[in-house]
């Protein structure tokens, strides 16, 4: 096509590969690309903040397996996008982050606003290139896609400078294609068979990867033939749903999983998916000498001190309904520990005084049929929500396990809105990190994406003061101040209300995911049962 800026075939390319918004916030730097969107179909989605509309792109990446796609500025507009980018990175999650550039002959340090983008963005990405080149804007926008989503999957930064958005240029998109899927080797799979066979007491630790693959089926159909429990780790929650008599609930807090237990007992380990990152084998690796396999797409990242038996290497599907079809039925050693587990997590304190943590979990998790979506954000509520927050689906608990970043919940519940608008969305937040990024509920208002921010209000970092209070015996630069939550939230035109008590919150709950625009409740919440979570 003759006649384009380099913006328009930018804007091509990104049609030809199935996106349908970015997330940004213009300026000068970026102009012609937003020019060139108002004659696409794709919608540009307006941001407070680049932080903002980073952390929307990657979940919008996590639930679609698509690259979500953000757009700043250059400077600081870009050096804003980089907690997203990074959280996307450590947590394998498909993303294209586009940054404006000054012309090409002007990249020369010092000028004003001026960084090295592709050498800032390299450490958090998968690569990071420039279009410095017009002649080459198709051939780098199709491998930037391709990268992004290969497993394992993450950000690609993609450099626009200035000049060429606007030099006149001709060319089409390069087309995708589908790569073909292929199982594991026959004697990996014999190998695992044998394992499984010869041991007493199997486990299987399903990662996110499990989920990436959308594998989640065959996963259950290979735990259900061989018989065998599984535990999940926090981003591969809900692979096998916590109704499943398999289901041993996640793993992540280290040495306070109750779940621990089985790892301590467990003679085979069987990692389905996993990403070391997640949970480190320090942490579960532990009691009763094991043998350890691997089944993955790519072998799993060296640690010190581990490395598998065995690698089972090839895609997931293919390799578990294979190892299905194999199946010899085994013992579930866990039936006991399943009970206690769901025993405890019954173990609810009164409902007196400041809300208690556990029971604003069970009131979420009531108001919440199986589909829809809790998006947590960091902070002891977080740690509360992991262990009392029964899933049933994959990606509908949505925590970050890789970078953790404060902020992640009410970005992330307009991503999951948008994605899923016929699900209901609550962000479970604590307020320090409610505060980072709240500015967004007047993004959400005007998107028309109504979600319920649950906001666990103890006027500070809880559960910092904990460890402080633990480690040191007390306390320092944790504690801090709040603008009444409700009339802030109506300040941005959204719904804002306080719940006195666990009974109200339910209340608050059922009535809020009914409206039509974003609801923010103010929990005055309890956090000396802060203690309680390790154990």
């Known amino acids: 096509m003759i006649g384009m800026r380099g913006a328009d075939l930018v804007v091509r390319c990104l049609e030809a590969e199935g996106v349908d918004r ?51 500025t250059l400077g600081p507009g870009a050096t804003n996008l980089v907690t997203g980018v990074a959280d996307a990175y450590l947590s394998h999650i498909p993303m294209i982050a586009l940054t404006g550039q000054l012309r090409r002959e002007r990249c020369i340090p010092p000028q004003k606003q001026y960084l090295d983008l592709v050498k800032l963005f390299e ?8 279009l410095r080149d017009p002649v080459r804007i198709t051939e780098e926008m199709r491998r930037a896609f391709d990268i992004a989503v290969s497993e394992k999957p993450g ?5 626009l400078p200035e000049d060429v958005m606007k030099e006149e240029i001709e060319g089409e998109p390069v087309p995708s294609f589908k790569k073909m899927s292929v199982s594991a080797d026959g004697a990996e799979l014999d190998a695992l068979c044998d394992l499984i066979m010869n041991c007493k007491q199997p486990l299987i630790m399903a990662g996110y990867g499990v989920v990436r693959q959308k594998a ?10 061989w018989n065998i429990p599984v535990a999940m780790t926090w981003m591969g929650t809900g692979a096998i749903p916590f109704d499943n008599p398999l289901s041993l609930h996640t793993v992540g807090l280290r040495t306070h999983d109750f779940m621990r237990r089985a790892f301590q007992h467990a003679d085979l380990v069987i990692l389905i998916g996993y990403d070391m990152l997640e949970f480190q084998p320090v942490f579960w690796n532990i009691g009763t000498e094991k043998r350890t396999a691997h089944v993955g797409p790519l072998p799993v990242e060296p640690a010190q001190g581990f490395y598998p038996d065995l690698q089972v290497v090839g895609d997931l599907k293919l390799t578990l309904s294979s190892l299905s079809s194999h199946a010899t039925r085994r013992k579930n050693w ?27 979990v069970r009131k979420i998790r009531d108001s919440l049929d199986r589909e829809d979506i809790a998006i947590c954000d960091v902070g002891a509520h977080l740690l509360w929500m992991m262990k009392l927050y029964p899933v049933y689906k994959e990606n509908t608990l949505i925590v970050s396990n890789g970078l953790i970043p404060m902020g992640l919940a009410v970005p992330g519940a307009i991503a999951a809105k948008l994605v899923h608008p016929e699900r209901k969305v609550v962000a479970v937040c604590g307020d320090g990190g409610f505060m980072m990024t709240s500015c967004e509920l007047e993004t959400a208002v005007r998107q028309d994406t109504p979600f319920v921010a649950v906001v666990f209000n103890d006027s500070g970092y809880g559960l910092i003061a904990t460890r402080q209070r633990n480690t040191y ?22 719904i804002g209300c306080r719940a006195s008590s666990a009974q109200d919150l339910g209340e608050l709950l059922n009535i809020c995911l009914d409206e039509a625009v974003p609801c923010v409740i103010d929990v005055p919440v309890d956090y000396s049962e802060n203690a309680k979570l390790t154990k």
């Not at 450490?123 to 420039?130: A, H, N």
């Not at 089926?217 to 033939?225: C, D, G, I, N, V």
């Open 334 to 360: 866990t039936i006991d520990l399943r009970k206690e587990l769901h025993s405890r997590m019954d173990e609810l304190p009164p409902d007196e005084g400041l809300v208690k943590p556990q029971l604003a």
């Open 216 to 225: 989640e089926r065959e996963l259950r159909m290979f735990a259900e033939e």
């Open 123 to 130: 450490p958090v990405s998968k690569q990071s290139i420039s």
């Open 473 to 494: 015996g007390r306390e320092y630069g944790v504690r801090f101040g709040n603008p009444d939550l409700v009339k802030y939230a109506e300040s941005f035109g959204a």
């Open 22 to 72: 970015i997330f940004g916030i213009p300026g000068e730097e970026n102009l012609d690309l937003v020019d060139a969107l108002i004659d696409s179909d794709i919608e540009f989605i307006v941001t407070k903040h680049e932080e903002g509309a980073s952390l929307m792109a990657e979940i919008s990446g996590r639930l679609t397996h698509r690259p979500g796609v953000c757009l700043s």
């Open 155 to 159: 950000p690609v930064h993609i450099e």
